[in-house]
């Protein structure tokens, strides 16, 4: 076969003139594959990062950390509370004048613990480093259960669920000691006041 405009040899079946590049007629251009289904060549997986879950061990130092830096300021406001009671006290005051003289100070002592421990764990675990100080040493951060920033109204609920209930008398002790427990044997670490307020607590890489 030869090419129709420089007459140069065409071999059977050639779709072009191999000289000038004339196509030949009568020849069937070989269409190109279809594209591969499914991810193209030059795209890369990308790596998801790893889950990595805040054990019991990690979680009771942190807070052992926060129970330090909390006792300082309800250490001085202890002490204020019971100086001013100082001098009834050692004045051979009888019992009933001792019960209305400390009683008062001891719930209002109750009432300032439970509400720094709720502003400090709540306000500390929705800012942006979604930890307390004692978590932040350890590199561990709370997240609602898609991972995102937790809500103040939902740190408050973690709170309340844990160390509020755990101030009950008698069985609350018994349940925070059973809800801390459960951070270490539950798959995803939560303890029963994470389960409830939906919240996971995380450690970095």
Same mark, same amino acid.
């Given at each position: !076969?030869?090419?129709?405009?420089?007459?140069? !040899?065409? *071999?059977?079946?050639? #779709?072009?003139?191999?000289?000038?590049?004339?196509?030949?007629?009568?020849?069937? @251009?070989?269409?190109?594959?279809? *594209?591969?289904?499914? !991810?193209?060549?030059?795209?890369? @997986?990308?790596?998801? *990062?790893?889950?990595?879950? $805040?054990?019991?061990? +990690?979680?009771?130092? #942190? %807070?052992?950390?926060?129970?330090?830096?909390?006792?300082?300021?309800?250490?001085?406001?202890?002490?204020?509370?019971?100086?001013?009671?100082?001098?009834?006290?050692?004045?051979?005051?009888?019992? =009933?004048?001792?019960?209305?003289? &400390?009683?008062?100070?001891?719930?209002?002592?109750? &009432?300032?613990?439970?509400?720094?421990?709720?502003?400090?764990?709540? +306000? !500390?675990?929705?800012?942006?480093?979604?930890?307390?100080?004692?978590?932040? &040493?350890?590199? +561990?951060? &709370?997240?609602?259960? %898609?991972?995102?920033?937790?809500?103040?109204?939902?740190? /408050?609920?973690?709170?309340? $669920?844990?160390?509020?209930?755990?101030?009950? *008398?008698?069985?609350?002790?018994?349940?925070?000691?059973? /809800?801390?427990?459960? $951070?270490?044997?539950?798959?995803?670490?939560? #303890?029963?006041?994470? =389960?409830? %307020?939906?919240?996971?607590?995380?450690?970095? %890489?």
């Amino acid at each position: !076969m030869y090419c129709s405009k420089c007459g140069g !040899m065409v *071999p059977e079946g050639a #779709a072009f003139c191999g000289a000038c590049g004339q196509p030949i007629a009568g020849s069937v @251009p070989v269409a190109a594959p279809p *594209p591969a289904v499914g !991810m193209p060549p030059y795209a890369t @997986p990308v790596p998801q *990062p790893q889950v990595l879950y $805040a054990g019991f061990w +990690l979680r009771f130092v #942190a %807070a052992i950390i926060d129970g330090l830096i909390l006792g300082v300021p309800l250490g001085l406001v202890f002490l204020m509370l019971f100086a001013s009671a100082l001098p009834s006290l050692t004045r051979g005051a009888d019992p =009933m004048t001792v019960v209305l003289t &400390v009683l008062p100070r001891v719930l209002l002592l109750l &009432v300032v613990s439970l509400a720094g421990g709720w502003l400090y764990w709540a +306000l !500390m675990e929705s800012s942006a480093w979604q930890a307390t100080l004692g978590k932040k &040493v350890l590199g +561990l951060y &709370v997240t609602d259960l %898609a991972g995102n920033r937790a809500t103040f109204g939902r740190t /408050s609920g973690r709170f309340f $669920a844990g160390r509020g209930i755990g101030a009950v *008398p008698y069985l609350g002790g018994l349940y925070f000691l059973i /809800s801390c427990i459960t $951070a270490g044997l539950t798959e995803k670490k939560q #303890a029963l006041h994470d =389960m409830i %307020a939906g919240c996971l607590v995380l450690r970095k %890489a």
